[in-house]
């Protein structure tokens, strides 16, 4: 079985005022820039907390926990 590469995910987290963060997931593209693909629609009061639930959201974009992020498609 022929696996495809695997996706170059990431979860960063924004800054929206004070004690106001939100988690964006972004993705290279084949050209090489950092695209958004999924941004929280909730505020978060620490960073720590926004990074969380990106990571939460993260793992949503792996349908099989065994081969990774790949495009399926």
């Not at 695997?6 to 963060?21: C, D, K």
């Not at 909730?42 to 099989?64: E, M, R």
Request: hydrophobic content about 35%; some cysteine.
């Amino acid at each position: 079985m022929s696996l495809q590469p695997l996706r170059e995910l990431a979860v960063t987290v924004r800054e929206h005022g004070p004690v106001s963060y939100y988690w964006v997931l972004i993705e290279r593209s084949s050209a090489g820039d950092w695209e958004e693909i999924s941004v929280s629609n909730d505020y978060q009061t620490s960073w720590v907390d926004a990074f969380d639930s990106g990571v939460v959201q993260l793992y949503k974009q792996v349908p099989n926990e065994l081969i990774g992020p790949r495009d399926c498609s």
